[in-house]
């Protein structure tokens, strides 16, 4: 795959961007809540928008770094696992879309000329 296709695929479509839009929402929500508010524990949405690839990602960084662990492997994991979950919901818009367009068409064949 391109680059230019795996840009389109993860941002380029209604499915990936309300997708990115709700996880950005929720990261901006942690921040507002630990800058201003009593953080409670709003720092568990991030992770379960993003589920279930986060959650297992957070599981490896704990694994191999245990409480050594930096918050930025924590946030990196957030934000790769909402790359892949954008990509795989373009992906699947695009092998619906092209499902649904070429009901249509009957099979194609080489022309004999």
Known sequence: MRARTLMRLTFANAASAAYLGLVGASVVFEVAAVLFWEPGIVGIWPFLVTAP????????????????????LLVAAVVVSALLHALA???????????RRGRGRGPTRPSRA
């Open 89 to 99: 919901l373009g992906a699947l818009l695009e092998a619906l879309r092209g499902r």
């Open 53 to 72: 690839t986060s959650l297992l990602m957070a599981g490896i960084v704990g694994a191999i770094w245990g409480m050594d662990a930096s918050v930025w």
